[in-house]
């Protein structure tokens, strides 16, 4: 079992910037990682994950103002995320998929564990 619980969301003007956060009670280092976001009355959507062995993976649209690093020491996978624009409003959660040997991440990013969410809303 992993924990993950997310924050750092936050009601910002448009154009501004967020970091969230996901804390986990397991290794970052050792869990395919990642971020996805589902806004209101759509779909979730995956944003971007990383493998064990660091390699980083963004969703085509998300590429460019959304940045996912992890930091080891701390246990914890951050989304930075630039120039939010109004569609950025959403629910945003971190997931992982269970501890395993293989250092990729499978196709559409991890999915065994989720946090609760933590909500970014812009307005324009």
């Known amino acids: 079992q992993v924990n993950l619980v997310e924050s750092g969301g936050d009601s910002v003007q448009a154009g501004g910037s967020l970091t969230l956060s996901c804390s986990a009670d397991y290794s970052v280092s050792s869990l395919c990682m990642g971020w996805f976001r589902q806004p209101p009355g759509g779909q979730r959507e995956a944003i971007a994950y990383i493998s064990l062995r660091g390699e980083k993976t963004y969703a085509e649209s998300m590429k460019g103002r959304f940045t996912i690093s992890r930091v080891a020491a701390d246990n914890t996978l951050i989304l930075q995320i630039n120039s939010l624009k109004p569609e950025d409003t959403a629910m945003y959660y971190c997931?992982?998929?269970?501890?395993?040997?293989?250092?990729?991440?499978?196709?559409?990013?991890?999915?065994?564990?989720w946090g609760q969410g933590t909500q970014v809303t812009v307005s324009s």
């Open positions: 997931a992982a998929d269970h501890p395993s040997s293989r250092d990729w991440c499978p196709r559409g990013g991890p999915s065994d564990y």
